[in-house]
């Protein structure tokens, strides 16, 4: 017999009819189901308990089950024969392929939701084992699953079984009175609230004056609400992770392009970091070394990505201090280069002042501009490239609408026209979302920040092509190869190692998996609402819907979504603040009236379509009630 298959183990629609325990103590084990509330089970045939003794299926002379091990050193293990033919001999018997798990120190945790799991399984056997072992090629034959009680070893697995048994016994229908176990502690995240009974006063000592209110809802919140506070005291690592699951469940979070929730492996990566590679990676004894090696990895692991080498990418605190660097480094690095800087005139804040303080040290500025659907303007660049022109930085997505810039067009217009032209590209809201290959693009320079795909915050890199030169940003210990002094953020750069590597390797299906999430959420929005113009284009990216309500205040629907817990972003995150209406729609043509009521919505993978569908259902509802009081006033 080998291992049962996923098909077989799942017994879907099934719960467990039967439970065989294959031990060499079957009286103690028996003994544990011939009382109570499992032996009432077992009477009314709602399931069965068979115990089986493995030295029955010996075939030695003694009657042994064990042998000394290959390995030597002391103790005895329990031996192939006996095992494999108990559990043939047992499975045999059964109506279905029996789920095998073995007792062992070394098996998953239990719990309440493996609890859950097995009763699933029609048929569960359970192996006990003894002294220091069992033989491992059992374990690769007949094993499904090794499952542990605790951290702790006992002097065999009955003890382990019998609570195995017992916990599953009682999930099954009929076993316990209906809903009883319902509300226990461990069957959610919360431990079970204070019980009381008859009388309501003992020696001076109360029941709370709720629980004989007789008002239902108002005890159902005083249960919610003491059970939070016991699992917080007794159990705060518990009540974390409630805290987690009850907030995503009530949040519908949709301003990814602003910042995204760190993903748990980027944080795990960080904190092994810090745990354990906390030495400077400049120093020079292990430590350091150690360090030193985690950050060629990350920079190698990063570099890859956009088809880079490791010598190439910088590592910065974000992405608007990689803009600020490549524009205003390079022209510090070559001041014979020329006195002119191009830039679209849909660029994130980062660039756009950056390239206008450039003003006060003699530079000219010049802005791109763009059509109706935010896309730059080639014949509009050839005008405006010159020999005087330095640098030329064109956001790759704009943050605002999901425009995508033809990178590759505009780099080869402008370097046909100048061959010296600097050309930087803000690849914040593209990165790892789309393909970004650095060399395909026929960048110089192109900047990234880690908090846009679930990384980190305070983390980015600036890609600088082989033989560019560029100005120290800071001076001092001469990490990043002198450029950008200063220790570096190892814990951080880690993370970002770890989340770029995943997310470039899942482009793709991401992708397509947005893809649905923004049409379902334009088509809501666009049957729902006929005044609904969509800013977006079908050519934008997939991550980013603009949608405007001409005649609202987009403040005002920020807001009022907000109470229902959706969230969305007015224009862009770094710039929202701002009175002034937004230059990327004002620059595509668009009016203020439709300007004012245009809000973004910005999508992860990890949106679901029922977040989407919820989101938009509220976004209709709360813009109905906004257009109905506004032909009220009138």
Not at 81 to 96: F, K, M, N
């Amino acid at each position: 017999m080998m291992k049962t298959t996923q098909t077989a183990k799942k017994a879907k629609n099934n719960v467990i009819k039967r439970i065989d325990i294959l031990t060499l103590f079957p009286d103690m084990v028996n003994s544990a189901f011939q009382e109570s509330i499992i032996s009432r089970a077992v009477s009314k045939d709602i399931l069965k308990i068979n115990c089986h003794q493995i030295r029955k299926y010996t075939t030695n002379k003694q009657g042994k089950v064990d042998d000394y091990p290959y390995s030597g050193g002391p103790g005895l293990v329990m031996a192939y024969q006996p095992i494999a033919d108990c559990i043939r001999s047992v499975s045999a018997e059964c109506d279905s392929t029996p789920y095998v798990i073995y007792m062992s120190p070394q098996g998953n945790p239990f719990n309440q939701k493996k609890a859950q799991e097995l009763v699933q399984k029609e048929n569960l056997m359970i192996l006990c084992g003894h002294y220091e072992g069992i033989d491992e090629r059992v374990l690769e034959e007949f094993i499904d699953e090794e499952v542990s009680l605790g951290d702790f070893v006992l002097t065999g697995g009955e003890i382990p079984a019998m609570a195995v048994a017992d916990c599953v016994a009682r999930l099954i229908p009929g076993v316990l009175a209906e809903g009883s176990a319902e509300k226990e502690s461990h069957t959610g995240l919360l431990l079970e609230y204070p019980q009381y009974t008859r009388p309501a006063e003992i020696e001076g000592k109360k029941i709370p004056e709720i629980l004989l209110s007789g008002k239902h809802d108002e005890i159902e919140k005083w249960q919610v609400k003491t059970a939070e506070e016991r699992t917080k005291l007794k159990r705060p690592d518990l009540y974390e992770i409630y805290e987690e699951e009850k907030l995503n469940s009530q949040t519908y979070y949709f301003d990814n392009s602003a910042t995204t929730r760190q993903a748990d492996v980027v944080t795990e990566e960080m904190c092994r970091t810090v745990k354990f590679l906390y030495g400077n990676p400049s120093s020079l004894h292990h430590m350091g070394l150690e360090a030193e090696r985690r950050l060629t990895e990350a920079r190698k692991t990063i570099a890859e990505t956009i088809g880079a080498a490791e010598k190439e990418i910088y590592f910065t605190s974000c992405a608007t201090e990689s803009n600020n660097w490549a524009i205003k480094g390079y022209l510090e690095a070559n001041p014979r280069a020329g006195k002119k800087v191009l830039i679209s005139a849909t660029e994130h804040p980062s660039v756009l002042e950056t390239a206008q303080s450039l003003t006060k040290s003699g530079y000219t500025v010049g802005f791109l501009p763009v059509d109706s659907k935010g896309i730059v303007d080639i014949e509009e660049l050839k005008k405006a490239v010159t020999a005087d022109t330095a640098v030329i930085s064109v956001m790759h997505v704009n943050s605002e609408t999901g425009a995508i810039q033809p990178i590759k067009e505009i780099a080869n217009a402008a370097k046909a026209i100048n061959p010296n032209v600097m050309v930087h590209s803000d690849c914040v809201q593209s990165y790892g979302k789309l393909q970004v290959n650095a060399k395909a693009l026929g960048v110089d320079m192109l900047s990234v920040s880690a908090h846009k795909i679930h990384g980190p915050r305070g983390v980015g890199f600036l890609y600088v092509k082989d033989g560019i030169r560029i100005a120290p940003l800071l001076c001092g210990g001469g990490q990043e190869k002198a450029l950008r002094s200063g220790t570096e953020n190892l814990p951080a750069i880690a993370g970002f190692s770890v989340i770029a590597k995943q997310a470039n390797e899942k482009i793709k299906e991401h992708e397509e998996h947005v893809k649905e999430l923004n049409i379902i959420f334009r088509e809501i929005l666009t049957e729902e609402i006929r005044a609904c113009n969509v800013i977006s284009s079908d050519e934008c990216c997939p991550y980013v819907l603009n949608v405007a309500f001409p005649g609202l205040r987009a403040e005002v629907i920020q807001h009022s979504v907000e109470q229902k817990g959706v969230y969305i972003s007015v224009g862009s995150a770094c710039s929202s603040h701002k009175k002034d209406r937004s230059p990327t729609l004002t620059s595509m043509g668009y009016n203020n009236n439709v300007i004012d009521g245009a809000i973004r919505i910005s999508f992860t993978y990890q949106n679901t379509a029922e977040q989407v569908k919820f989101a938009a259902k509220v976004i209709c509802a709360e813009v109905k009630k906004l257009y109905a009081r506004r032909k009220g006033r009138r």
